[in-house]
T-cell receptor
């Protein structure tokens, strides 16, 4: 499986933008870039995903480098509720593939948001 | 919709005891997964199922068994509990292998 590299931790102030980087230099053409986050004492929750183009949803934006070897999750205005571990995951969902859509979690980035 | 539910929330087991962790989803998802998360680590896949009657091993299946008799339920069985199985267990489901995975709240297991 292609691996991702994320900083262990990042800090932000409330209501400021946060840019969470992820490197995935061995990404394959069929890998989607997914982001999940895990709030304290909860199960992970989906944030956003993309393949080649930048993506926006109500939670965040995903900026994908042109060569797809890195991506950045952008939280436009961090709130205290955004304090969580953020996981960048490559997911191969090729029909008939052997990955069965699994999510391979690394250690993620611990985001601390200061009031 | 309740989404993905898990019971119990917390359990203490003695070494050698057995138990079943329950997982249910009401979203009619065909794919279901069991993960474990050790302190400070990411989640690791134990078993998964692509539909009723079909299950397969993930990365860390030793010491566990699963069954999938219905679309809704995917129980995880620990036969002979060991301290190494102390962890938080998460169940997840998705619509197809490409669908968003929805996670339950987790079961915290302590084996002493």
């Amino acid at each position: 499986d292609a691996k991702t590299t994320q900083p262990n931790s990042m800090e932000s102030n409330e209501e400021e933008p946060v840019h969470l980087p992820c490197n995935h230099s061995t990404i394959s053409g069929t890998d989607y870039i997914h982001w999940y986050r895990q709030l304290p004492s909860q199960g992970p929750e989906y944030v956003i995903h993309g393949l080649t183009s930048n993506v926006n949803n109500r939670m965040a934006s995903l900026a994908i480098a042109e060569d797809r070897k890195s991506s950045t999750l952008i939280l436009h205005r961090a709130t205290l509720r955004d304090a969580a571990v953020y996981y960048c995951i490559l997911r191969d969902v090729t029909a008939g593939g052997t990955s069965y859509g699994k999510l391979t979690f690394g250690q993620g980035t611990i985001l601390t948001v200061h009031p | 919709n309740a989404g993905v539910t898990q019971t119990p929330k917390f359990r203490i087991l003695k070494i050698g005891q057995s138990m079943t962790l329950q997982c249910a989803q009401d979203m009619n998802h065909n794919y279901m997964y069991w993960y474990r998360q050790d302190p400070g680590m990411g989640l690791k896949l134990i078993y998964y199922s692509v539909g009723a009657g079909i299950t397969d091993k993930g990365e860390v299946p030793n010491g566990y068994n699963v069954s999938r008799s219905t679309t809704e339920d995917f129980p995880l069985r620990l036969e002979l509990a060991a301290p190494s199985q102390t962890s938080v267990y998460f169940c997840a489901s998705s619509h197809g292998q490409g669908g968003t995975q929805y996670f339950g709240p987790g079961t915290r297991l302590l084996v002493l």
